[in-house]
């Protein structure tokens, strides 16, 4: 039964991005740079010659950047990086911070 209204609907929807979040590694005296590559082609599945130049950045600067992710990413590489590196018996720390 048509009752010569016509409805017309807008919807506006608002899509809201997740905030991103910077992992970094941090230099230490005591862990090889070895192992340093190993992680970033490991956990951040770096090639082995990005890996190589984050690791040098990381030496020379103190701390390099490793990747950007959603929050439970970043979270979950900077566990598997403290993981891998008390296994290992080396101190290398990583840290996430927002973009």
Do not use: W
Not at 25 to 36: A, G, Q, R
């Amino acid at each position: 039964m048509a009752t010569g209204i016509d409805f017309e609907l807008e919807e506006k929807i608002k899509v809201k991005y997740p905030k991103k979040y910077k992992v970094f590694l941090l230099n230490d005296d005591y862990t090889s740079m070895d192992f340093v590559v190993d992680v970033l082609m490991s956990i951040f599945h770096k090639s082995y010659e990005d890996a190589e130049r984050i690791m040098l950045e990381i030496h020379k600067k103190d701390r390099g950047l490793c990747g950007v992710y959603t929050h439970e990413i970043a979270e979950t590489k900077v566990v598997q990086v403290m993981k891998k590196a008390k296994d290992s018996g080396f101190p290398l720390k990583a840290t996430m911070e927002e973009e």
